[in-house]
């Protein structure tokens, strides 16, 4: 990185300007075990694509990844069964309902990185048992991370297991309409376990500077998402990355971007860097509303913003 220092001070910046909006926002308290976080950790890191880190606040916390899963979930479905057949069960189109709105599905799901569209994705993921499903996110998570410590947070995953009527309809609604062809238990549970998967923001991070990397290891020496895979991913995280927010964020912030309920969300900057914030009080849409104005304040004194 060229200007380590000054990317460094342009953090620090925009975190202490992010203070004013401290208090602003609420824990996703639909899940009970979400309640229970503290609600002013702040962390935030930035990986760029030879690796390097940066790294503010606290980024040793781990917290469940949510919906960012969604993103795993895609890719994972792309290269197990190929973009047609993905593609035949969910949209590729942003929707103006709620994340876990049951509504935007006639035929499908509006796209993958909304509840439905995620355990659409999550049914096509191979494997012989959810188990065995479950072991294989974890391995790609930990090859995308660099890191062999990615974690279950299975107290996170057995709160939402007791509390998540509106998935389970969601699932077997798409069951029910020749969507998912497995058990939509089954289904359910890997997309829920997906979610209570917990990370810091300097894996997160690692995993969004693999995708600004074309899908390469930062290390230049395997290419662990197919090319093509990353491309995909990209174009629907820019389009529906963010909720029903996201064209609001992509003309503010102007990358592609996941956020999660549990409070994180992440950045890619293609052929640049991966960003990933934490903080996990949340606006109406689910995002997080520091982690918004800091990632606003970056992009423009950064010139991140892929469109100039
Ligand atoms: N596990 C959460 C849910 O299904 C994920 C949602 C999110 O992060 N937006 O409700």
Request: aromatic share 6%; net charge negative; hydrophobic share 40%.
């Given at each position: 990185?060229?200007?380590?220092?000054?990317?460094?001070?342009?953090?620090?910046?925009?975190?202490?300007?992010?203070?004013?909006?401290?208090?602003?926002?609420?824990?996703?308290?639909?899940?009970?075990?979400?309640?229970?976080?503290?609600?002013?950790?702040?962390?935030?890191?930035?990986?760029?694509?030879?690796?390097?880190?940066?790294?503010?606040?606290?980024?040793?916390?781990?917290?469940?990844?949510?919906?960012?899963?969604?993103v795993i979930?895609l890719i994972m479905a792309l290269e197990d069964v190929g973009r047609e057949e993905v593609f035949?069960?969910v949209?590729m189109?942003?929707?103006?309902?709620?994340?876990?709105?049951?509504?935007?599905?006639?035929?499908?799901?509006?796209?993958p990185?909304?509840?439905?569209?995620?355990?659409?994705t999550?049914?096509l993921?191979?494997?012989?048992?959810?188990?065995?499903?479950?072991?294989?996110?974890?391995?790609k998570?930990?090859?995308l991370?660099?890191?062999?410590?990615?974690?279950?947070?299975?107290?996170?995953?057995?709160?939402?297991?007791?509390?998540?009527?509106?998935?389970?309809?969601?699932?077997?609604?798409?069951?029910?309409?020749?969507?998912?062809?497995?058990?939509?238990?089954?289904?359910?549970?890997?997309?829920?376990?997906?979610?209570?998967?917990?990370?810091?923001?300097?894996?997160?991070?690692?995993?969004?500077?693999v995708l600004a990397n074309g899908g390469r290891?930062?290390?230049?020496?395997e290419q662990l998402v197919d090319k093509e895979v990353v491309k995909i991913t990209l174009a629907l995280m820019a389009a529906?990355?963010?909720?029903?927010?996201?064209?609001?964020?992509?003309?503010?912030?102007?990358?592609p971007?996941?956020?999660?309920?549990?409070?994180?969300?992440?950045?890619i900057?293609p052929g640049?860097?991966?960003?990933?914030?934490?903080?996990?009080?949340?606006?109406?849409?689910?995002?997080?509303?520091?982690?918004?104005?800091?990632?606003?304040?970056?992009?423009?004194?950064?010139?991140?913003?892929?469109?100039?």
């Amino acid at each position: 990185m060229k200007n380590r220092v000054e990317v460094e001070r342009v953090l620090e910046q925009a975190i202490r300007n992010s203070e004013a909006y401290k208090d602003v926002g609420k824990l996703a308290d639909y899940i009970p075990e979400l309640a229970n976080v503290e609600p002013d950790n702040f962390g935030i890191a930035l990986v760029d694509v030879d690796g390097e880190i940066i790294v503010k606040g606290d980024d040793e916390i781990v917290f469940s990844i949510q919906s960012i899963s969604k993103v795993i979930d895609l890719i994972m479905a792309l290269e197990d069964v190929g973009r047609e057949e993905v593609f035949s069960k969910v949209g590729m189109e942003p929707t103006e309902y709620k994340f876990n709105s049951i509504r935007p599905i006639s035929d499908k799901a509006a796209n993958p990185l909304i509840n439905a569209g995620a355990i659409s994705t999550c049914s096509l993921i191979r494997g012989s048992s959810t188990q065995e499903k479950f072991d294989r996110v974890i391995e790609k998570i930990g090859s995308l991370s660099n890191s062999e410590d990615v974690r279950f947070l299975e107290h996170i995953f057995l709160s939402e297991m007791e509390t998540t009527d509106i998935n389970r309809s969601i699932s077997y609604y798409l069951k029910s309409i020749g969507i998912i062809d497995n058990d939509a238990e089954e289904v359910l549970e890997l997309y829920v376990r997906n979610c209570s998967i917990g990370l810091n923001v300097k894996q997160l991070a690692h995993i969004a500077a693999v995708l600004a990397n074309g899908g390469r290891s930062l290390d230049g020496k395997e290419q662990l998402v197919d090319k093509e895979v990353v491309k995909i991913t990209l174009a629907l995280m820019a389009a529906c990355g963010m909720y029903e927010e996201s064209g609001q964020y992509l003309v503010e912030v102007g990358f592609p971007s996941k956020s999660g309920v549990g409070g994180a969300i992440i950045g890619i900057v293609p052929g640049k860097c991966g960003i990933c914030t934490y903080s996990p009080r949340l606006d109406r849409s689910g995002n997080s509303v520091r982690g918004l104005k800091v990632l606003e304040e970056i992009s423009k004194t950064l010139n991140l913003n892929i469109f100039i």
